[in-house]
């Protein structure tokens, strides 16, 4: 008879040995992963997966999202499920572990129930969410975002990547377009297992963090146009150069999020030069600043500033400024009853753990709208992530899914 | 009995109709041209440009760099050519006449001693020089580069634009890899026509730029590294963006050309962030400067200046900062007795004209070292070039190519 006690744990021989075939699918050129959404690879790994899932007995559903559902049934035909999962897609140069460590460690924690015959009164599923990443089509957290009805199904079939491919195209071209409707499910709650992405746990020597909070995220989308005209011919005191521009909103970005520490954070991760060309002036400049913020009323201050300065910034040059939201969501705060089963859990196993803010934005953050929902974080290296060299270790990953383990089987009770 | 009289000109008309004719291949998305360097469109103009040159009597050579010498015999077979020409290739948004005008000016010229039965003592080639841009393989005017001896073949043949491509694959896919011998050829003299790609004429009404010098330049491509880490977990003072290393290295090269003015320009054109994604802090910024003065003390102070504080600005932002030269050249200084032509042929034909330094490198710059050599300059609208709005009227190249007519009938010596 199976007991909620120290000694009930995942296997995490099995888990690692998972994250590292999953890997072999869409390898990096640097040791990471380039297993981008909707992609051949993207289609490969969610076969791979698939496979596991039913081989563990569970069936899959898959929405018109492309988002997999793997269910193991309850015992209960009335009770809502228990949802854990996280994204198999990746950044282009990223890593082994962002978002794969929740899919296959809510996998490893159905392995286990198999091996040791436990059942649940509620069902548990667990799900990829497709694109998390918003790398090749923004916005991040695109499907998680459209199941909570933030995003239109079919806005989010016409969003393209930087060749203008359609992602609901490419969604039915690698052959992963469901017919199940977007956002019907139910659940009785949703747990996330997650890299934490930044520095904090492995600097303190924690195993888990207890995710209480999510950094809010304002995506500003913008163009600054000057004119375009040759590098060696156009007079210092004429040039229009949107470069100028961008380099000052650089530099604006930083000064502002400065002023809203500790939490907050700024900065421009993509940038697109127009025409980029070594002996012409770019005549404009797109790019994205990611202001990100636990506090509300910061992250709105941070974005009212911005747009207020901006403009004066690029006038001053010569230059327009237009910009546009490509990403929002206010800052989320989790269950307290789906924290305290993972603070619980990991207090049982005997993990050291804290509590924590999300740097990052997560299909958990979307969830939490319409379910109860919590995350939990195992340290990663040096805080890196978005990077090929992102790493952790076996004991992190097997002490995360422990943690997911309890904290689900708390939720979708045990039969006796 | 022709004679170098000022009812000598060329037949506008034919020019205009021939760049328009030209300008059908490779048209961009604007209006003007995206005719890169080696690629099929670049193949067709070449086909077309030879069908024309063959109508008009003349016999094509071409060299192991695909450049292009289309010959009208003179009268002495031991004297040398005078050679004219530019380059058909365009930026990748790029104009209408930029480079074409050269080349087709030089036809014009040809079809014109056609039509009045005008023979010179010298042959007359006209040039179509490979890859003048420099915007797909870098560097800039690498034909003519290697023709005087500045590069060598096997390294032009290396040179690799953004997709992994070498120039020299590519250049013998499209078909225009010549036997050849690269510049064997001994010039009497070079004349180049060319748009000013700057705004002086237009501003100043002036018919004609005879150019006295040309602007030296200096590329160095810059590589900024910092750390990728992801946009939201990675706490400010943990960040190591290489997009301020950018911001703030923009403003710095903004500074330093500021000093030397009115003749020294710099910007960045070209830029590549890596890995370019909305949620990664920059961990790598490839770009490149270019600097340029007719005054060489000016651009070494500039090179200088740059090179010892762009590490220092670097350095102070937890950035490292590395560079190379991608493309230099000494200010040139026109030969005495070319410009003299050219001047002449002006006053003869009765056009206003001044004398002007070229903004923008050009073959002429690069043949300057091995034959005499000079430029004639025809405004262009609002000074804007490498834009594929870059525009021009029909009475500014009629009236280009009646200089260049008339300086090189002045050179090749008719024969009464």
Same mark, same amino acid.
């Given at each position: 008879m199976a007991k909620l006690g120290d000694n009930l744990r995942t296997n995490g021989d099995r888990l690692w040995?998972?994250?590292?075939?999953?890997?072999?699918?869409?390898? @990096?050129?640097?040791?990471?992963?380039?297993r981008q959404t909707v992609t051949d690879a993207d289609g490969e790994g969610r076969r791979l997966f698939q496979k596991w899932c039913e081989d563990a007995g569970m069936t899959m559903g898959v929405d018109q999202m492309g988002t997999m559902f793997a269910r193991r049934e309850g015992t209960d035909p009335d009770a809502l499920p228990v949802y854990v999962g996280s994204h198999l897609d990746t950044q282009p140069t990223g890593g082994k572990y962002d978002g794969?460590?929740?899919v296959l460690g809510g996998l490893e924690l159905v392995r286990?129930?198999?091996?040791?015959?436990?059942?649940?009164?509620?069902?548990?599923?667990?799900?990829?969410?497709?694109?998390?990443?918003?790398?090749?089509?923004?916005?991040?957290?695109?499907?998680?975002?459209?199941?909570?009805?933030e995003h239109d199904l079919d806005w989010a079939y016409e969003r393209t990547d930087a060749k203008g491919l359609k992602f609901g195209d490419e969604l039915e071209r690698i052959g992963w377009k469901g017919d199940?409707?977007? @956002?019907?499910?139910?659940?009785?709650?949703?747990?996330?297992?997650?890299?934490e992405q930044g520095p904090i746990l492995e600097a303190e020597g924690k195993d888990i963090g207890v995710v209480t909070h999510g950094q809010g995220l304002r995506w500003i989308?913008?163009?600054?146009?000057?004119?375009?005209?040759?590098?060696?011919?156009?007079?210092?005191?004429?040039?229009?150069?949107?470069?100028?521009?961008?380099?000052?909103?650089?530099?604006?970005?930083h000064e502002i999020a400065m002023k809203y520490q500790p939490t907050a954070v700024g900065a421009i991760g993509h940038i697109d030069v127009y025409p980029n060309s070594r002996n012409v002036i770019p005549g404009k400049v797109v790019f994205t600043i990611d202001f990100r913020s636990p506090i509300l009323d910061?992250?709105?201050?941070?974005?009212?500033?911005?747009?207020?300065?901006?403009?004066?910034?690029?006038?001053?040059?010569?230059?327009?400024?237009?910009?546009?939201?490509?990403?929002?969501?206010?800052?989320?705060e989790f269950d307290k009853g789906c924290v305290?089963?993972?603070?619980?859990?990991?207090?049982?196993?005997?993990?050291?753990?804290?509590?924590?803010?999300?740097?990052?934005?997560?299909?958990?953050?979307?969830i939490n709208k319409v379910a109860p929902t919590a995350m939990v974080m195992c340290p990663c290296v040096d805080g890196l992530s978005h990077h090929e060299a992102e790493d952790i270790t076996k004991e992190w990953a097997a002490a995360g899914a422990d943690v997911l383990l309890h904290a689900v089987?708390?939720?979708?009770?045990?039969?006796?």
């Open positions: 040995d998972s994250l590292m075939d999953m890997a072999k699918i869409g390898p @990096g050129v640097a040791g990471g992963n380039n794969v460590l929740g286990t129930l198999n091996d040791l015959g436990i059942r649940t009164r509620h069902p548990i599923v667990v799900t990829n969410w497709t694109n998390e990443e918003g790398t090749r089509f923004a916005p991040a957290m695109l499907a998680s975002g459209v199941f909570i009805g199940e409707q977007v @956002g019907q499910r139910k659940m009785k709650a949703f747990f996330e297992l997650h890299i989308e913008c163009t600054i146009t000057g004119k375009e005209s040759h590098t060696g011919s156009t007079p210092m005191p004429m040039r229009k150069n949107a470069g100028r521009g961008l380099a000052q909103v650089t530099e604006l970005v910061s992250l709105q201050k941070m974005e009212a500033e911005l747009l207020e300065r901006a403009p004066q910034v690029c006038e001053a040059l010569g230059l327009t400024f237009a910009h546009k939201s490509s990403g929002q969501f206010d800052p989320p305290a089963a993972v603070r619980n859990a990991a207090e049982r196993l005997g993990y050291s753990h804290r509590d924590i803010v999300s740097g990052a934005g997560h299909d958990a953050c979307w089987l708390e939720t979708a009770e045990i039969v006796e």
